[in-house]
């Protein structure tokens, strides 16, 4: 039997803590958040009812994690639900879930939707691999194959949103994954699109992995960060951070440290790229591999979730293409989750990313409500404060790898060059955008490869 750290409590490092204690090895994880599930997680909104710090969802596509609510005896908690889609464009929502809302969509001309359109088929119906969309950008793409208009009123706004100064670098494997791999239309989606949501909260997905862990022997520390990572004769060293280390940010080097070091035959990291190379005691990692981490760039997320009195709008998902409202989009949970699920409450998400020099992450929860207000109202004109019960303001560092040409060639192996040391994270779900579901998938795969 083996021991084995798994740094991180996020949906990767749970399921591979699992599937390691399944296969008879003794599992420690190490989580800096006091809960589980990562950028999954969830915080209790008053009166017992919990959500997610950042929206998550299921497409009809995401089988792994449909295969594991199996596995765990869940399949019964998940729901699929009717969604609503709106682009916002010179501040009106347009709906946009069916190929009907795209021949309505007015803010293009007509012949400009049906070149969109046809693409979109290509897109959906092509052969589904990604190598001939790694080498072009999404902006000389969709010019090229939707026309220029359609980049500049629908997806130039809507990844300038999501990238910033960066639109036009991202790689059109990128947009190509979003189209076709987490949504497949075909049939009756072709009208309407459902996502999945458990009725419990993902929370239910992180108590189940987490009793399985300890079921089979396994401890699950959370508020306990890994401070440090050293190399050990036979093995490895991990030194845990005080409780409260959270606070401190991610930087392990902020961490008070409770000098209890505790050895592991094998480790394995599911921490963003910048923080597993400061766990690690310089000289750990291959000057090479420290490269490759290097070599990805993150924007950063700035979530608020507001409890609203009434409903905002009429969809769930709102994508920004307006110049002039300063976030990206707009999830209003309860357009998808019934109020009453709730206890007849409503939560609408407003969702940003940005640069990590950005000045919106030093401002506070008001000062950041007050920086929106003009963009809400737009969206809404009648909305005002006053619907505001209560406002929460998460952020997170590394939510989104940067995808630029050439970034197959980037991507960090799973295995470090060090023995028995694997890194797992979000910059290596490719050629799909990061997610719930591929977190499944990564967290078997990067079990299998600690084991090899």
Not at 48 to 68: K, P, Q
Not at 102 to 115: A, D, G, I, Y
Not at 424 to 447: C, F, K, M, W
Request: include cysteine; proline fraction near 6%.
């Amino acid at each position: 039997m083996l021991r084995i750290a798994v740094l991180g409590a996020g949906v990767t490092g749970l399921t591979a803590a699992r599937r390691l204690t399944l296969e008879g090895h003794g599992v420690d994880v190490y989580e800096r958040w006091p809960g589980l599930g990562g950028q999954a997680s969830t915080l209790d909104v008053g009166g017992g009812v919990r959500l997610e710090r950042y929206y998550h969802h299921l497409f009809t596509s995401d089988r792994h994690i449909v295969a594991l609510l199996g596995e765990l005896g869940l399949a019964g908690e998940l729901e699929w639900l009717d969604s609503s889609t709106s682009f916002l464009i010179d501040g009106r929502q347009w709906p946009f879930t069916s190929a009907g809302d795209l021949l309505r969509f007015k803010p293009l001309p007509f012949s400009q939707r049906l070149r969109v359109g046809a693409a979109a088929l290509v897109l959906q119906r092509g052969r589904g691999r990604p190598e001939p969309y790694e080498r072009v950008t999404a902006a000389n793409w969709i010019r090229s194959r939707m026309g220029a208009e359609a980049w500049d009123r629908v997806w130039g706004p809507l990844l300038r949103g999501k990238f910033g100064s960066r639109a036009e670098e991202i790689a059109m494997v990128w947009l190509w994954s979003k189209l076709r791999l987490r949504r497949q239309i075909r049939g009756s989606e072709s009208r309407r699109e459902r996502l999945g949501y458990p009725r419990g909260t993902w929370e239910v997905l992180f108590t189940a992995l987490a009793a399985a862990i300890e079921a089979g022997g396994g401890r699950i520390l959370i508020d306990r960060p890994a401070a440090r990572l050293e190399r050990a004769d036979d093995g490895f060293l991990v030194t845990a951070g005080v409780p409260g280390s959270f606070r401190a940010g991610q930087d392990p080097g902020r961490f008070g440290q409770t000098g209890e070091r505790e050895r592991y035959d094998r480790v394995l990291a599911t921490l963003p790229n910048d923080v597993f190379e400061k766990v690690c005691e310089p000289g750990l990692l291959p000057a090479a591999y420290v490269a490759r981490l290097r070599a990805i760039e993150y924007f950063a997320a700035v979530c608020v979730l507001l409890e609203l009195d009434r409903q905002y709008s009429p969809y769930y998902w709102t994508n920004v293409a307006d110049r002039d409202v300063p976030f990206v989009g707009l999830v209003e949970q309860t357009n998808l989750v019934e109020p009453e699920r709730y206890g007849g409450r409503r939560f609408l998400y407003v969702a940003n990313y940005v640069a990590s020099e950005d000045p919106l992450l030093e401002l506070t929860l008001d000062e950041l409500l007050d920086h929106y207000d003009s963009g809400l109202r737009r969206v809404n004109p009648a909305f005002s404060r006053d619907w505001v019960r209560n406002a929460w303001l998460f952020r997170e560092p590394a939510a989104q790898p940067i995808v630029t040409v050439g970034y197959r060639d980037r991507i960090p192996p799973l295995r470090t060059g060090v023995p028995g040391l694997v890194l797992a994270n979000s910059t290596q779900i490719y050629p799909e955008d990061r997610g719930t579901n591929y977190a499944v998938r990564l967290g078997e795969q990067s079990a299998w490869e600690l084991l090899a």
